[in-house]
């Protein structure tokens, strides 16, 4: 009877007396369930908050200081999204995207961060009011694949084989890309540079055959492109002013030697008996030098270009020879030099046979703002190309180098794939119609998120209104009412008249492959945000390496040098 009574209560005393499960260490922060997913939409957003306001022809630019004196000011989202440093886990999510869209196709990088941003705000309604994740990720990804399959559709073939409209095409596409830039002003005279730098290309299209130099002073249209390869003059000793400047069809050398005395070790001891001796190890020594640079003579070479140093021994040395010599050239420069003459770089002077000599049509050296810079044209290898560029302060050279840079991305990817779209929001305003359109003609959840998903897309024109001060809301009806007639389709915001217009009239074009990269990283990156559940942070983790630098810091001072034996 006793027994009948205690039996009941056996499960309560069980559940009482059973321990805690710790699984993760003392300290470590886990956050997980909606509340977790909704912070981290939030915090993409707000990422995307501070980069929107720089998308499009009148966007603005954004003054981020490193410290130590050093100040970017740039409108470039790959570099913004860099230079700001972000810790949030899930927030670095679009640094990623932003760099890959950079890598890939070389702009388009705030238009990407933007879109995921708004689709994930699109979604957080849906995840508050309990919609799983992995639904919303699936109808992500089918309209995503609409979207993709409409804009191959919609988009209009260029032909390659008509060089003029080719060229056309080019110039339109880099203008395009300069239009957000902060040398818009000067697009119709950097785009025929660039499309004319990219067309003297190879096939391969190695973007290393294009280089940019920076040269302070003069205006931005006295930039100008080399045909070949040119590089600032490098450190040189007083015997270089003797070397020739200039010749034709010369045998070219590239080096990964140094042609100096080199100082003996620290600490070094010789102990001699024989005065004599001394001697000889001097003259061994000068010996050495001399063979190498008698070796690089009878080679039959003109112009020595050197990775390291060569000192004045050597520079003088050629001088007397006739022979002009370049050291510390930078490791790029020297590799643009080598594929484009046909030189195969040496680390030794022992066996130079003429096979590892290069050649071009001419060489010089000219004076450039206040540079002198040495320039080889008429290269049979393989072509390149040298923009110079000009300009006042330091920091609006280096943002028309980013410019630039974008150009020549989308210039070499639209000679590649020869395929246009309107930009100016025409693309995103016509496959948002068409998901709107399709989510009606199936049912369930799927009809409302691939809606939600065509209405995010409505927010690259709506910025571009927004940031160039126009009411957007008023705009965004003209647009929605083009395309719904369907006699509009490439109508987009007309930002130098404050309206619509078909923006691929007005030559606003952008290569097919942007757009479809845009599309995709985006997506891709709201659904690695929507299926993330879970984030745990070990704080005793990241304070171990704080902890052992402090160390390491603190041990400085103690113990340096060679302790000396006590006696």
Known sequence: SVWRLVQPHLPLFANMMQPTILLLKEGTDSSQGIPQLISNINAVCGVVDIVKTTLGPRGMDKLVYEGEGKVTISNDGATVMRLLDIVHPAAKTLVDI????????????????????????EA?????????????????????????????????????????????????????????????????????????????????????????????????????????????????????????????????????????????????????????????????????????????VASGANIVLSRLAIGDLATQYFADRGVFCAGRVAEDDLKRVAKATGAQTQTTVTNLVPGVLGTCGKFEERQIGGQRYNIFTGNPKAQSATIILRGGGEQFIDEAERSLHDAIMIVRRARKFHSVVAGGGAIEMEVSRHLREFSRTIAGKQQLLINAYGKALEIIPRQLADNAGFDSTDLLNRLRKEHAQGTGRWFGIDINNEDVCDTMAAFVWEPTLVKINSFTAATEA???????????RNNASEQAPQGLQQAARGGIGRGRGRGRGRR
């Open 526 to 536: 709201a659904c690695l945000v929507l299926s993330v559940d879970e984030t745990v």
């Open 124 to 296: 957080k309604p849906f995840i508050e009011e309990g919609v799983h994740p992995q639904i919303i990720i699936r109808a992500y990804r089918k309209a995503c694949d609409l979207a993709k399959q409409k804009i191959k559709e919609l988009s209009i073939n260029v032909d390659a084989e008509d060089k003029v409209k080719m060229r056309d095409f080019l110039e339109k596409c880099g203008a395009t890309s300069m239009n957000s830039k902060l040398i818009a002003s000067h697009k119709d005279f950097f785009s025929k540079m660039v499309v004319d730098a990219v067309l003297s290309l190879d096939a391969d299209l190695d973007l290393d055959m294009i280089g940019i130099k920076k040269e302070s002073g003069g205006s931005m249209d006295d930039s100008l492109l080399v045909s070949g390869v040119a590089f600032k003059k490098t450190f040189s000793y007083a015997g270089f002013e003797q070397q020739p400047k200039q010749f034709s069809t010369p045998k070219i050398i590239t080096l990964n030697l140094e042609l100096e005395l080199k100082a003996e070790k620290d600490n070094a001891e010789i102990r001699l008996d024989n005065p004599e001796a001394y001697q000889s190890i001097v003259d061994a020594e000068w010996k050495i030098i001399y063979d190498k640079l008698d070796a690089i």
């Open 98 to 121: 932003a760099r890959s869209q950079d890598a890939e196709v070389g702009d388009g990088t705030t238009s990407v961060c933007v879109l995921a941003g708004e689709m994930l705000k």
